[in-house]
């Protein structure tokens, strides 16, 4: 503990009398000082002991006195050191009062005591203090090294709290509560939330002090990582301001959980590329070989029913839809998996990724994650928190863009294939493709394969190049019924929704099935194309179901 007024007192050389403020002794002593100023507060910071003989002071006026004391309690310091028999052989009385009315501890010194013995002694508890201190402090560091190579980070959180006596948590990369001690603290810091995405947004290394939940105790936000953005943030609270020997063991904490963070990243990296491995293995249809390579990294993942997710941003999906006129099967990714995603808040598919993967750890699941250039591939199990987790993160990107149109990059473009087996990789990846192009081409978010398995196949006719498609196909015959010379388009309708019979079609029409024969014939010399073959009739229909959802 630093040196106190009572620890001076109880300090057999000095001989130091109280004489005022007996029930502040406690108080500790950041410094002892002399001034023989009239007015010494300019001169103080707080905490000192002053030491005075009077020289300058009328210390015999009540009034003086009053306003001597009341300035030097108003500045902060802690206590009077009153030299006797220099100028007074005793205190007076006068300040003897005026120390009592402010409650200012007033120390008489005699005359065989220097000054400079008691600032000494005050020197020398301070640089005791802070021995302690740092002692406690390296003793610290050592218990927080052992906890953490035995038990993890868990281990050391205890051993912190244990350190601060208070509690402390860890939070991963998408604010969520991965560990906390002790485990009463866990739904104390989840309330927390909000405070550690705010610091999160801060280039690291970053902290704050915020209000607990509860309101009675004190907590240090402090962020981990290196990257630009912080990959995880530690919470620290404690009933009151952090000693010198805690700091030590909160910043010890920090450089420990930071290097563990940074493993852990360069794990993930490692992880990534075997993952990029697994999945080209499973792309081949080779899932003997993925497992063989995966072993119990992805645990049950390659056995259990999954969705194959595939996501790109907003702005790259938008590029392809322009490059591509249909949708098409992306290869396999055949190069080392691509640098870590960028740590930027611009960065969707970085987002997406360490979503999926704090949802997957929190609820237990195996994850895959394959970043393929400007995409992002997913193997999630069927039904499960990373799932879930991607939907609400689309939804949640697609909203922002509305209310902040103007921001660039945030918003993303997802498909999901239907629950597959390690045999059907290969199909599920152009189930996800196939979804992909559809959300891309309808402007949607995200699309699941079997919404587009059991919805209509007309809402595709809407697209750019089947409407110039079908415009193509049936300009000759538009062309033919603007001169009046009979009306081809509405009887090919008619007969293909009759599914060729004459006599049904010519009473839709309210003509003479001959009337009809005639039509029909001319319609295949304007095609040049028989009636007679069912892909004919199968174009023709279409071409008539993408006009009419064109308005024409």
């Given at each position: 503990?630093?040196?106190t007024?009572?620890s001076l007192?109880h300090?057999?050389?000095?001989?130091?009398?109280?004489?005022?403020g007996?029930d502040?002794?406690?108080?500790?002593?950041?410094?002892?000082?002399?001034?023989?100023?009239?007015?010494?507060?300019?001169y103080m910071?707080?905490?000192?002991?002053?030491?005075?003989t009077?020289?300058?002071?009328?210390?015999?006026?009540?009034?003086?006195?009053?306003?001597?004391v009341?300035?030097l309690?108003?500045?902060?310091?802690?206590?009077?050191?009153?030299?006797v028999?220099?100028?007074?052989?005793?205190?007076?009385?006068?300040?003897?009062?005026?120390?009592?009315?402010?409650?200012?501890?007033?120390?008489?010194?005699?005359?065989?005591?220097?000054?400079?013995?008691i600032?000494?002694?005050?020197?020398?508890?301070?640089?005791?203090?802070?021995?302690?201190?740092?002692?406690?402090g390296f003793?610290?560091?050592?218990?927080?090294?052992?906890?953490?190579?035995?038990?993890?980070p868990?281990?050391?959180?205890?051993?912190?709290?244990?350190q601060?006596?208070?509690?402390?948590?860890?939070?991963?990369?998408?604010?969520?509560?991965?560990?906390?001690?002790p485990?009463?603290?866990?739904r104390?810091?989840?309330?927390?939330?909000?405070?550690?995405?705010?610091?999160?947004?801060?280039?690291?290394?970053?902290?704050?002090?915020?209000?607990?939940?509860?309101?009675?105790?004190?907590?240090?936000?402090?962020?981990?990582?290196?990257?630009r953005?912080?990959?995880?943030?530690?919470?620290?609270?404690?009933?009151?301001?952090?000693?010198?020997?805690?700091?030590?063991?909160?910043?010890s904490?920090?450089?420990?959980?930071?290097?563990?963070?940074e493993?852990?990243?360069?794990?993930?990296?490692?992880?990534?590329?075997?993952?990029a491995?697994?999945?080209?293995?499973l792309?081949?249809?080779?899932?003997?070989?993925?497992?063989?390579?995966?072993?119990?990294?992805?645990g049950?993942?390659?056995?259990?029913p999954?969705?194959?997710?595939?996501?790109?941003?907003?702005s790259?999906?938008?590029?392809?839809?322009?490059?591509?006129?249909?949708?098409?099967?992306?290869?396999?990714?055949q190069?080392?998996?691509?640098?870590?995603?960028?740590?930027?808040n611009?960065?969707?598919?970085?987002g997406?990724t360490?979503?999926l993967?704090?949802a997957?750890?929190?609820?237990?699941?195996?994850?895959?994650?394959?970043?393929?250039?400007?995409?992002?591939?997913?193997?999630?199990?069927?039904?499960?928190?990373?799932?879930?987790?991607?939907q609400?993160?689309?939804?949640?990107?697609?909203?922002a863009?509305?209310?902040?149109?103007?921001?660039?990059?945030?918003?993303l473009?997802?498909?999901?294939?239907?629950p597959?087996?390690?045999?059907?990789?290969?199909?599920?990846?152009?189930?996800?493709?196939?979804?992909?192009?559809?959300?891309r081409?309808?402007?949607?978010?995200?699309?699941?394969?079997?919404?587009?398995?059991?919805?209509?196949?007309?809402?595709?006719l809407a697209?750019?190049?089947?409407?110039a498609?079908?415009?193509?196909?049936?300009?000759?015959?538009?062309?033919?019924?603007?001169?009046g010379?009979?009306?081809?388009?509405a009887?090919?309708?008619?007969?293909?929704?009759?599914h060729?019979?004459?006599?049904?079609?010519?009473?839709?029409?309210?003509?003479?099935r001959?009337?009809l024969?005639?039509?029909?014939?001319?319609?295949?010399?304007?095609?040049?194309?028989?009636?007679?073959?069912?892909?004919?009739?199968?174009?023709?229909w279409?071409?008539?179901?993408?006009?009419a959802?064109?308005?024409?």
């Amino acid at each position: 503990m630093p040196p106190t007024l009572a620890s001076l007192v109880h300090h057999s050389a000095l001989k130091l009398t109280v004489r005022a403020g007996q029930d502040r002794l406690d108080v500790p002593v950041r410094w002892a000082h002399v001034s023989e100023l009239a007015d010494p507060v300019p001169y103080m910071e707080g905490g000192e002991l002053l030491l005075i003989t009077a020289l300058t002071l009328d210390a015999d006026d009540p009034e003086a006195m009053s306003r001597y004391v009341k300035r030097l309690v108003g500045a902060g310091v802690v206590g009077l050191g009153f030299a006797v028999g220099v100028n007074y052989d005793e205190i007076p009385k006068a300040l003897v009062d005026a120390a009592r009315e402010e409650g200012l501890p007033l120390l008489e010194v005699p005359r065989r005591t220097p000054f400079l013995a008691i600032s000494k002694a005050v020197s020398a508890a301070i640089a005791a203090d802070q021995y302690r201190a740092v002692t406690a402090g390296f003793a610290a560091q050592r218990e927080l090294t052992k906890q953490a190579l035995s038990d993890g980070p868990e281990g050391l959180l205890a051993a912190l709290a244990g350190q601060v006596d208070g509690w402390a948590a860890m939070y991963d990369a998408s604010g969520a509560v991965v560990a906390a001690a002790p485990e009463w603290a866990e739904r104390r810091a989840a309330r927390l939330t909000a405070d550690v995405e705010r610091l999160r947004e801060r280039p690291a290394p970053a902290s704050s002090v915020v209000a607990g939940p509860s309101g009675e105790d004190r907590v240090e936000l402090h962020s981990l990582g290196t990257g630009r953005r912080p990959r995880a943030a530690l919470a620290v609270g404690t009933a009151a301001a952090l000693g010198t020997a805690e700091r030590y063991a909160v910043h010890s904490a920090i450089a420990l959980l930071t290097l563990t963070t940074e493993r852990s990243r360069s794990l993930h990296a490692a992880e990534q590329r075997i993952g990029a491995a697994v999945l080209r293995m499973l792309l081949a249809g080779q899932p003997d070989h993925a497992r063989a390579v995966a072993g119990d990294l992805y645990g049950g993942l390659l056995d259990a029913p999954f969705r194959l997710i595939l996501a790109e941003s907003a702005s790259a999906s938008a590029a392809r839809a322009h490059a591509d006129g249909h949708a098409r099967v992306a290869p396999v990714p055949q190069t080392a998996v691509a640098p870590a995603l960028a740590e930027t808040n611009g960065d969707p598919l970085g987002g997406l990724t360490e979503t999926l993967e704090s949802a997957a750890a929190r609820s237990g699941e195996a994850v895959l994650v394959v970043p393929d250039g400007e995409r992002l591939v997913v193997l999630a199990v069927d039904g499960g928190a990373a799932v879930a987790a991607c939907q609400e993160y689309v939804q949640a990107a697609r909203a922002a863009a509305v209310e902040q149109p103007a921001a660039d990059g945030g918003e993303l473009v997802v498909g999901l294939s239907a629950p597959a087996g390690p045999i059907a990789v290969a199909a599920a990846y152009k189930q996800a493709e196939q979804a992909l192009s559809v959300a891309r081409r309808r402007g949607r978010s995200l699309v699941e394969h079997e919404e587009l398995a059991a919805g209509s196949v007309v809402p595709l006719l809407a697209d750019d190049a089947v409407r110039a498609f079908a415009d193509g196909l049936l300009r000759a015959l538009r062309e033919h019924d603007a001169t009046g010379r009979g009306d081809l388009v509405a009887s090919l309708r008619a007969w293909l929704s009759r599914h060729g019979q004459w006599d049904a079609a010519a009473a839709d029409l309210g003509v003479h099935r001959h009337t009809l024969r005639y039509r029909m014939r001319r319609v295949e010399e304007i095609l040049g194309r028989s009636l007679d073959d069912p892909d004919v009739r199968m174009e023709l229909w279409l071409a008539l179901k993408a006009s009419a959802s064109a308005g024409e």
